[in-house]
């Protein structure tokens, strides 16, 4: 199972990224995606997941800010950042998780920096 995950880089606080993650049509179609980040020293959290019904989940910290959001036609599922501070920096990784099965696999990560 492959997650393919892009975007990350270097913004100044207040800036905009977007993340995406491509995966094949049945991962896509039967999984809920989600982004996970994680600092170094420090548990991997939940950002934002997205269900196959397109039903959204954030994590407090965000919310009003990130907007997870999927392409259909495109297998892939994207996390829009707004408004981003310098606590947001850490690396991002992409899940998708079948509660129903169990199984769940992680994308490569994809580091996000914020500072000035």
């Known amino acids: 199972v492959q997650l393919q995950a892009s975007g990350g880089g270097l913004v100044q606080p207040g800036g905009s990224l977007r993340l995406s993650c491509a995966t094949s049509?049945?991962?896509?179609?039967?999984?809920?995606l989600g982004w996970y980040r994680q600092d170094p020293g420090k548990q991997r959290e939940l950002v934002a997941a997205?269900?196959?019904?397109?039903?959204?989940n954030y994590a407090d910290s965000v919310k009003g800010r990130f907007t997870i959001s999927r392409d259909n036609a495109k297998n892939t599922v994207y996390l829009q950042m707004n408004s981003l501070k310098p606590e947001d920096a850490a690396v991002y990784y992409c899940?998708?998780?079948?509660?129903?099965?169990?199984?769940?696999?992680w994308g490569q990560g994809t580091l996000v920096t914020v500072s000035s």
């Open positions: 997205i269900t196959s019904r397109g039903s959204t």
């Open positions: 899940n998708a998780a079948n509660a129903a099965t169990g199984l769940y696999y």
């Open positions: 049509g049945s991962i896509f179609r039967a999984y809920v």
